[in-house]
């Protein structure tokens, strides 16, 4: 290290001395030392673009003789030349021939302005002396960020080898995990195959209980039919007639005290009479109900607050002085009741039917189910805890797939040339303006918050390195929530050299772009190339 730095030092002290004989060449003013060979005195003057030849007094003759404007290089005669600002003790500059004696001091050494009375000074030595301290500055600073840089760069090589390692474990555990989960597979099968038996063994039993208890309950019916079959049956033809209905005023629909034709066909299914098949099957399903109400076994809801219909007991009271002989039963309420004492039992099925467990890979709930003898519970709890391992073993699977595939995107990720932005993969930093706090956490995301709460809006997330001439002097985030009635957010993040990990500003040069300046050791980097560059255009 002491070596280099003797040598820039010695490189330094050459180049300056080679400044100071070099700035002594005679040359017209507004040329550049590099150039100052082609406007060697003579009698004539080529014009850099080697399309015309002139005397050479014709040069900053304030005329503009070429074309290319080379004749002019200390005037503002031709409007695209080029004037060379010295700037001695400082940087040189060009600029364009337009403003040379423009009233404005564009050079630190008033060259530009030799003839125009603006009164500029030369203070290209303060200036200089400014910058390089600012260099030196810089270079102090680059210098310490480099240390650390390589410090980061080794922690990154280690995560790097570290993740390496995990990944070739768990390819490993991935084949173990993958052998046990079809081994708990089988297992399940296995399991569920005996439970399906077991529980196919006891559906079997409770659908056979279910069609005796069908039977019996169908045997009731008809029994129940029959006998009111053989009431209505006046004249025991085996024929129900139109007027051996209209005989019963408990089918008085409209209760206007009568049975209409048209009232006892709705209890006929429509037709004239019906023999014992067509009563069984059409008209006494709607009969029923009817006969039910009036007996008491069945009783609609009663509707409460209500002051101008008359309530069930009321209706019922109301037909029942219009019983004929005695043996009549009462009306019902109309065809609407029917069809609720219908949906009413549909409902009460619905509501005892048996759920039975259908064996699938779902463990059976106990609470919905009815008591099982104990070798059947015995058979799904077994399917059960089969059941638990094998989901236990496909979610152990899914996490070791996920941990490979989240390794695999970090190994693949450009973390620099000696991965020295690899330790700030999983950390983030915060800036606060007035309005939002800002959160950059990179390779993942960027984001916004309002200070006073709210919830977080993201700006972008990790796509690339994104510099110019130093791909790792930029970083781009994309795709982030889209704006109202605008594009997505995006963020573009500044990498500049500094002693710590810190978001230094944030701004919004565009409508829903996003500028963040962020400083980290890892962009510092030392050259002995660029140093010595800046050393000679400094001098």
């Not at 009413?344 to 106990?366: L, Y």
């Not at 015995?378 to 391992?389: F, M, S």
């Not at 990498?495 to 050791?521: A, K």
Request: proline letters at 4%; a negative charge; glycine letters at 6%.
């Amino acid at each position: 290290m002491l070596y280099v730095r003797e040598s820039l030092f010695s490189l330094i002290i050459f180049f300056s001395c080679s400044i100071l004989v070099l700035s002594e060449i005679p040359r017209p003013r507004g040329v550049s030392i590099s150039k100052a060979n082609l406007y060697a005195p003579g009698e004539s003057f080529l014009c850099l673009d080697g399309l015309k030849k002139i005397k050479y007094t014709q040069v900053n003759d304030d005329f503009c003789d070429c074309a290319d404007g080379s004749d002019e290089p200390g005037t503002s005669a031709c409007p695209t030349g080029t004037f060379h600002c010295t700037n001695a003790g400082h940087r040189p500059k060009n600029i364009p021939s337009s403003r040379v004696n423009d009233g404005i001091c564009d050079c630190c050494d008033a060259s530009d302005e030799y003839d125009s009375g603006a009164g500029c000074i030369n203070n290209c030595n303060e200036l200089g002396r400014e910058e390089r301290q600012r260099e030196k500055t810089r270079q102090e600073l680059v210098k310490k960020g480099s240390g650390l840089k390589v410090e980061l760069s080794n922690r990154g090589k280690v995560l790097k080898a570290e993740r390496a390692g995990r990944l070739a474990e768990l390819e490993q555990r991935k084949a173990e995990v993958e052998r046990i989960k079809q081994e708990k597979e089988e297992i399940k099968k296995e399991a569920e195959d005996i439970e399906n038996q077991a529980l196919q063994i006891y559906r079997d039993a409770k659908d056979k209980e279910k069609e005796q208890q069908r039977q019996e309950e169908s045997e009731k019916t008809k029994a129940e039919a029959q006998e009111t079959f053989i009431k209505f049956d006046s004249n025991q033809d085996g024929i129900i007639e139109i007027n051996e209905i209209r005989t019963r005023i408990t089918f008085d629909k409209d209760r206007n005290g009568e049975v209409s034709i048209e009232e006892a066909k709705f209890f006929l299914d429509d037709k004239d009479q019906v023999d014992w098949d067509q009563f069984l099957n059409f008209a006494w399903p709607r009969i029923k109900p009817f006969m039910m109400l009036d007996s008491g076994l069945f009783q609609p809801p009663i509707i409460e607050k209500e002051t101008e219909k008359p309530t069930t007991n009321e209706k019922h009271e109301e037909l029942t002085e219009h019983e004929d002989d005695g043996e009549g039963v009462s009306d019902s309420e109309s065809e609407d009741d029917e069809r609720h004492v219908d949906e009413e039992g549909d409902e009460g099925e619905e509501e005892h039917e048996d759920v039975e467990p259908t064996g699938e890979a779902e463990e059976v709930d106990h609470g919905n189910q009815p008591d099982y003898d104990p070798e059947t519970q015995q058979v799904i709890e077994l399917a059960n805890a089969a059941r638990n391992d094998f989901n236990e073993a496909d979610r152990t699977v899914r996490e070791v797939e996920t941990e490979i595939r989240k390794i695999k995107e970090m190994l693949e990720k450009d973390y620099g040339t000696d991965e020295e932005y690899a330790p700030l993969e999983g950390e983030c930093f915060e800036y606060e303006d007035r309005e939002y706090v800002y959160k950059l956490c990179p390779f993942d995301r960027a984001s916004q918050q309002p200070r006073s709460g709210g919830s977080e809006t993201r700006l972008g997330s990790w796509e690339r390195w994104s510099g110019t001439d130093n791909k790792y002097s930029q970083m781009l985030f994309s795709n982030g929530a889209s704006c109202w009635n605008g594009p997505q957010r995006s963020a573009v993040i500044e990498v500049h050299c500094g002693l710590e990990n810190l978001v230094t500003s944030v701004t919004e040069p565009n409508r829903c772009e996003y500028h963040f300046v962020f400083q980290t050791p890892a962009a510092c980097q030392a050259s002995s190339e660029s140093d010595l560059k800046d050393a000679h255009d400094e001098l």
